[in-house]
């Protein structure tokens, strides 16, 4: 099938650790694939994307790369801060059905001074 | 540029009412989503219109749900006869389908309103 699959949270970082969120997907091809982040009280934003194979996308420390070996998108940062805390979503379109998103569940991050 | 606004951000209401929810998408915006989310899940699709047509819909729509976009720019979302199983987050998103001057690299981004949270007593 198609869907998107993530890592479970919680997770619990102290400030200044190193962050993985790991994120597969399946797919016939090569679409697009996103992370969103969700703070509290807030709507999904998007935080960054990559739009074809071996891509990586980055925005506000965090990083993400394509690989379709290992269909595989995790998200990065190498020293997470406070504000980080929110929830990620990784998700994908399909553009046959008018580019709608499927997400994964979405991680809780929750990084302690 | 406004973003997406939804209207209300909370809503309370008792099983068996009806409840309608609005969103304004980003103006030059002509693809607009709505989605739900649950507690502790990512948001699952519902509908999505092309301007003032209706061309996708979830099977999580029920015919309880109706979806309106009469003019091609703000939607509505109508619950008629709530259940309780209808309690959660519901996301509008909006995006152009193709590349502009304003987006020429953002087409089929999808921007997200702050969402309406249902609650049914």
């Known amino acids: 099938g198609n869907s998107v699959t993530q890592m479970e949270g919680p997770v619990t970082l102290s400030e200044e650790a190193f962050l993985t969120i790991n994120c597969t997907y399946t797919a016939t091809g090569y679409p697009s694939l996103f992370w969103y982040v969700q703070y509290p009280g807030e709507g999904l934003q998007l935080l960054l994307k990559?739009?074809?194979?071996?891509d990586k996308g980055s925005n506000k420390g965090f990083e993400a790369t394509y690989r379709k070996e290992t269909t595989s998108f995790h998200l990065e940062k190498g020293s997470v801060q406070v504000s980080d805390s929110a929830v990620y979503f990784c998700?994908?379109?399909?553009?046959?059905?008018?580019?709608?998103?499927?997400f994964g569940q979405g991680t809780e991050l929750s990084v302690k001074p | 540029d406004t973003g997406v606004s939804q209207d209300p951000r909370h809503k309370i209401t008792k099983r068996g009412q009806n409840v309608t929810f609005r969103c304004d998408p980003i103006?030059?915006?002509?693809?607009l989503y709505w989605y739900r989310q649950t507690l502790g899940q990512g948001p699952e699709f519902l509908t999505y219109f092309q301007n003032e047509a209706q061309l996708e819909k979830s099977r999580l729509l029920s015919d309880r749900f109706s979806a309106e976009r009469p003019k091609g720019s703000f939607s509505t979302l109508e619950i008629q006869r709530t259940e309780q199983g209808d309690s959660a987050m519901y996301l509008c998103?909006?995006?152009?389908?193709?590349?502009?001057?304003?987006?020429?690299?953002?087409?089929?981004?999808?921007?997200f309103g702050p969402g309406t949270r249902l609650t049914v007593l």
């Open positions: 998103a909006s995006s152009p389908s193709q590349p502009s001057q304003a987006h020429p690299t953002s087409y089929n981004e999808q921007f």
């Open positions: 103006s030059e915006h002509n693809r």
């Open positions: 990559a739009t074809k194979a071996d």
């Open positions: 998700a994908r379109p399909f553009y046959n059905q008018g580019g709608k998103l499927i």
